[in-house]
T-cell receptor
């Protein structure tokens, strides 16, 4: 089955800094990855989905790029804002039956003004 | 459009008391339903999932149970809460036709 290793946090950045969060997984199938975001006190919501080698998913200024040589997806944003402070989870497609998703451990991002 | 509701939003319960958390989904039929727990500063732990009415699969042994009495209703229960049951409980659904999960707003449970 697939295993997921996500970059540990917390990550603290100043506003307008560059963000990169790594997620590595050993895919038994076609490589694709979801990134979810959890704002304080809320549930998770889908941020973006990246599929295929060199095919970036993008949303709200975030991009995810797949690196075939390291089987890793990098979530990036060129200029973070305070409102981006949240926990970011990566998740490959289904692992196991019945669409069970294995989430990464989450990376907490704190953006300071 | 589809929506997912959870209640209560917050709950404070004494050790040994019972628990009932409810999750309902609107705007879809025959969803796959999931209960997750997120302990403070930790990742997501899948507790239960259900692919249909009355069908429950447990992922981890614990003193919690789940039921699905109706197609779009998922309930998480306990007869006697433990301190370690404290956490943020998230319900999620999936259509079974795509691999995106949609999460509810969560219930913050504190066991004292």
């Amino acid at each position: 089955g697939d295993s997921v290793t996500q970059m540990e946090g917390p990550v603290t950045l100043s506003e307008e800094a560059f963000l990169t969060i790594n997620c590595t997984y050993t895919a038994t199938g076609y490589p694709s990855l979801f990134w979810y975001v959890q704002y304080p006190g809320e549930g998770l919501q889908l941020l973006l989905k990246a599929t295929k080698a060199d095919d970036k998913g993008s949303n709200k200024g975030f991009e995810a790029t797949y690196r075939k040589e390291t089987t890793s997806f990098h979530l990036e944003k060129g200029s973070v804002q305070v409102s981006d402070s949240a926990v970011y989870f990566c998740a490959p497609p289904y692992s196991g039956g019945y669409q069970k998703v294995t989430f990464g451990t989450g990376t907490k991002l704190q953006v300071i003004p | 459009s589809q929506t997912i509701h959870q209640w209560p939003a917050t709950l404070v319960q004494p050790v040994g008391s019972p628990l009932s958390l409810e999750c309902t989904v609107e705007g879809t039929s025959n969803p796959n339903l999931y209960w997750y727990r997120q302990a403070a500063g930790r990742g997501l732990q899948l507790l239960f999932y259900s692919v249909g009415i009355g069908q429950i699969s447990s992922e981890v042994p614990q003193n919690l149970s789940a039921s699905r009495p109706q197609d779009r209703q998922f309930i998480l229960s306990s007869k006697k809460l433990l301190l370690s049951d404290s956490g943020f409980y998230l319900c999620a659904w999936n259509s079974g036709r795509t691999d995106t999960q949609y999460f509810g707003p969560g219930t913050r449970l504190t066991v004292l």
